[in-house]
């Protein structure tokens, strides 16, 4: 192998090296390396993003299902509540009328007695003063024959009489 | 219309594999040895080829560049050549070799330097004969030489190369929320790869950031060499990764790297290691020659994987020219579309490889270790 004068190339290869050496640093590296990093970190961040609004979906949703939770919870609550209410209303709803009609019924009983009583008293009443005129007649009738009269003298006797 | 222009790409690219590697690597041999001697432009079959001349020349540095289309163009660019001598900076062209590697073409400067080229390198004419048997490390027979040669031109190309893709795959950026686009979305991966796999597990979440583009700019940086290096034709093509001093320097970076962060824990491993104190006068010098050995592994691993590719190719060509017959082409056209493809292959393994060990030795490095922990920190490839 021909090496010529080794100083030679040694001295253009190293020149030509440091001076390549930084310019590709300068211009082509270090840019390079920047704007993969860079889009490296954006990628990361990009999927850290996604991460963090997977979970804050998870949690929305979690949340949401906490609230329909609570709200059929509620809306159990409320029924039973308004069940239990219409339960105790009706109840009372109830007695009161058991006790409005019972009432009712005492009262009309005590009218019922008290008109019987006194239909019952004008009856005796009219029984009596029927009577009294019945016997008025009858005596009247009876004593306005002298014989009959007589007869019923001696037989009224007769009986009193046997007493 | 995609599959047919495909089709069309690679019937080209087998046609200058198949035909780019003859006629260049012959004609390289003439314009570099054969020519100068004889003169002759010579058809290639009748001369004798001397295949690990070719394979030298073209895995080596050179002062010229061909620049090469089959059947179009073929041109030799004059490299300017830079010395440092004893008079000062001496600057000219290398066309004032005329060629010539032998030592035979004196080239005066202005300030009266005397030079002469012998194989790519280029000595004080005063100092050496024609025919003198001389090496580029007697340094007190030559200038320095600081000459933008070939392969310096080819990491020129290569940082270009790459500046211009990056420059692109940086526009796909401008909206950083979006995806990438364009070049980017065929870019990132990798660059993400680099992070992911390479950096992250060896250097730790925290510290990693910092050798980033250190890591990539190495990565890229092999891998392009090592693609462009499968082009066969200018101007690309160069055998850049598979020349040492390229090597040694993407090396010495990291055994920079590597030394400059170490922590107390690392010094301490190196020179008061958990063993008994007898055993010391061996282990620490080992520890400190470890220090060396693996950037020195890192450097020999891609120099000979890149540089032993190069020669099987280039090898496979002069196959043609040593058997002397054009039947044993389509064999040789074969062979090197098969290893092409294993090349392909070995360009992104390599690249990773210097990469990871590169991150790895760095990690060990930096690392922090819990008490009592023993780590064991070899690698093998």
Request: aromatic content about 12%; cysteine-free.
């Amino acid at each position: 192998m021909n090496l010529t004068a080794p100083e030679s190339l040694i001295f253009w290869m190293t020149l030509f090296f440091l001076i390549f050496f930084f310019l590709l640093t300068k211009f082509a590296w270090k840019p390079i390396l920047k704007a993969v990093k860079e889009r490296e970190r954006n990628i990361e961040a990009a999927v850290d993003e996604a991460e963090r609004v997977k979970q804050e979906m998870a949690k929305l949703k979690a949340d949401n299902e906490k609230l329909l939770q609570e709200a059929r919870a509620q809306r159990d609550q409320i029924l039973k509540e308004a069940r239990e209410l219409k339960e105790q209303m009706l109840q009372e709803a109830r007695a009161e009328a058991e006790k409005q009609r019972a009432e009712e019924l005492a009262k009309t009983k005590q009218v019922i007695e008290a008109e019987r009583q006194a239909a019952l008293k004008d009856i005796h009443n009219h029984v009596a003063k029927l009577t009294v005129e019945m016997a008025e007649k009858v005596l009247r009738d009876q004593l306005a024959d002298k014989a009959k009269q007589e007869e019923l003298i001696r037989k009224n006797l007769s009986e009193l009489k046997l007493n | 219309m995609k599959v047919a222009l495909l089709r069309t790409v690679f019937r080209v690219f087998v046609l200058l594999v198949l035909f780019s590697g003859p006629f260049s690597r012959a004609q390289e041999g003439h314009s570099g040895h054969t020519e100068a001697a004889t003169g002759e432009a010579g058809h290639a079959g009748h001369e004798k080829v001397d295949a690990g001349e070719i394979v030298a020349h073209h895995t080596g540095d050179s002062h010229e560049y061909l620049v090469e289309i089959p059947f179009l163009l073929h041109k030799t660019i004059h490299l300017p050549v830079i010395l440092w001598t004893d008079k000062g900076l001496s600057i000219f062209s290398s066309a004032r070799f005329k060629g010539d590697n032998e030592g035979k073409v004196v080239v005066t400067d202005d300030k009266g330097n005397r030079f002469v080229r012998i194989h790519e390198v280029i000595y004080y004419a005063d100092k050496v004969k024609p025919g003198d048997k001389v090496s580029a490390l007697d340094f007190d027979k030559r200038p320095l030489d600081f000459s933008f040669t070939r392969n310096a031109l080819a990491i020129l190309i290569v940082f270009g190369l790459l500046f211009l893709v990056l420059y692109y795959t940086v526009k796909g950026y401008r909206n950083p929320k979006k995806l990438p686009k364009g070049l980017a979305g065929f870019m990132e991966p990798v660059i993400l790869f680099i992070r992911d796999d390479v950096a992250i597990p060896n250097l730790g979440k925290d510290k990693y950031e910092k050798f980033m583009p250190y890591l990539l700019t190495v990565f890229f940086f092999i891998l392009f060499s090592n693609l462009v290096g499968l082009i066969p034709f200018a101007p690309f093509g160069h055998n850049l990764t598979g020349n040492i001093l390229v090597t040694f320097v993407l090396a010495v970076f990291t055994f920079i790297l590597t030394t400059i962060n170490g922590n107390k824990h690392y010094w301490k491993e190196i020179f008061t290691p958990e063993v008994p104190k007898a055993l010391w006068p061996i282990m620490v010098p080992i520890e400190i020659l470890s220090m060396f050995t693996k950037p020195f592994a890192l450097m020999v691993r891609l120099f000979a994987n890149i540089l032993a590719g190069h020669t099987i190719m280039i090898s496979l060509v002069a196959l043609i020219f040593i058997l002397g017959t054009v039947y044993v082409s389509p064999v040789s056209g074969f062979f090197i579309i098969f290893m092409s493809f294993i090349e392909l292959l070995v360009a992104f393994i390599q690249a990773y490889i210097f990469t990871i060990l590169s991150a790895l030795f760095i990690g060990l490095a930096i690392q922090e270790h819990e008490h009592g922990e023993h780590h064991t920190e070899e690698t093998v490839h």
